[in-house]
């Protein structure tokens, strides 16, 4: 059984950067050989790693350390008016949370999204293998959260389950459906459903404030950073 103490890391060459173009990064994955368990995964993700697939990872960026580590603390957490509205406006919609699996319903659903949404990233262009070694294998205590609308599935949230909360790995929607605001309303069932399992945190993974992508995260406050090994307010502008 592997722990922090006997876990090896290993470190990628550098590369271009995901998220600020004008920079590279570099990145330390935990050797994929070491067995994660739940326990082990929680403390991984409260030192600020994140997983995808069966990978469990870090920036470790010599000059420059845009990516910080952020979570909700869930009973700090109040939904502003626009969050409000999210809710209500969705109150339509059937949220269901079922097991982690590859189906074609879920696959073709993906597949349009980064078609339509992503077609300039680095998941273009999609396949099945990709969403299987993304969003399916390596799981630990993952699960899925369907939105669906009169039946149909127009949203897919993919979360895992820690010791001290969810972390929120990504989130997928018909590109149709993008005035609903389906990825504020997966973060915001998370919430609840933390409250309900009576734990403390939604991790939401890396937030970079020059980065439009990560802006998202700003609107759930208060919101924690961890700063020298230590989660504290993240200070608003």
């Not at 469990?56 to 700090?76: F, K, M, Q, T």
């Not at 899925?144 to 895992?160: A, K, Q, T």
């Not at 208060?222 to 504290?232: A, F, K, N, R, Y």
Request: glycine share 6%.
């Amino acid at each position: 059984m592997s722990s922090l103490k006997t876990l090896v890391f290993f470190a990628t060459p550098e590369h271009h950067c995901s998220y600020l173009t004008d920079r590279h990064a570099t990145t330390m994955f935990v050797d994929p050989r070491a067995h994660v368990d739940r326990r082990l995964y929680s403390q991984l993700t409260a030192l600020g790693f994140r997983r995808s697939g069966s990978h469990y990872y870090r920036p470790h960026c010599e000059s420059c350390n845009a990516c910080i580590p952020v979570r909700i603390p869930v009973d700090r957490f109040r939904p502003d008016r626009s969050q409000r509205r999210n809710l209500r406006q969705n109150s339509d919609l059937e949220l269901r949370p079922v097991p982690a699996r590859y189906t074609e319903e879920y696959y073709r659903l993906y597949e349009n999204y980064i078609n339509q949404r992503h077609s300039d990233g680095d998941m273009y262009p999609p396949s099945r293998e990709q969403f299987s070694s993304f969003l399916v294998e390596g799981g630990v205590d993952g699960f899925y959260l369907e939105m669906r609308e009169h039946g149909r599935l127009i949203g897919l949230g993919v979360v895992d389950a820690l010791d001290d909360g969810l972390s929120a790995i990504y989130t997928l929607f018909e590109p149709s459906s993008t005035p609903r605001g389906l990825g504020t309303l997966a973060i915001l069932w998370q919430i609840e459903e933390t409250r309900r399992r009576e734990l403390p945190y939604v991790y939401l993974g890396y937030w970079i404030k020059d980065c439009r992508k990560m802006s998202y995260k700003d609107h759930f406050q208060p919101l924690e950073m961890l700063s020298d090994g230590h989660w504290q307010d993240l200070p608003l502008d």
